[in-house]
């Protein structure tokens, strides 16, 4: 059998449309596997990164960060309760001029009774 440029081959037409959507197919899952396999290699090459950066960081500047992130829960806390306490000083002002006019009064009506009295 000699094959050359010039050599026939006959075959159905679905068996050549099979065989070109095979490789089609083929070819999609092949890139798809190289994408996948690019992604994964990608968030390692990240994950090892941050594994380098914070293995850089000395116990001290951890303790030192957990420290400054404690601190400003509890000044966050202190800038509310300081701010709840402003409000009471209008109260506290409102009250006690309630109390010196009441004051003013017990002693009006005291006056009052010991001038009956005699």
């Known amino acids: 059998m000699k094959i050359s440029d010039n050599t026939s081959v006959s075959m159905p037409m ?15 899952a ?5 994408e996948r396999i690019n992604n994964l290699e990608t968030r390692a090459t990240l994950f090892e990164a941050d594994l380098v950066k914070n293995a850089d960081q ?6 030192q960060f957990m ?3 404690f601190i400003s829960g509890q000044v966050e806390s202190m800038s509310e309760d300081l701010e709840n306490m402003s409000h009471n000083k209008v109260n506290i ?11 003013e009064d017990i002693e ?6 010991r ?3 005699n």
Do not use: W, Y
């Open 108 to 113: 009006h009506l005291k006056d009052k009774v």
């Open 30 to 34: 092949f890139f798809s596997i190289q």
């Open 67 to 69: 420290l400054l992130e």
């Open 93 to 103: 002002k409102r009250l006690q001029a309630d109390m010196d006019k009441a004051l």
């Open 115 to 117: 001038m009956n009295g």
């Open 58 to 63: 000395t116990p001290i500047d951890q303790e």
């Open 14 to 28: 679905r068996n050549l449309i099979a065989i070109c959507g095979a490789i089609a197919v083929g070819t999609m």
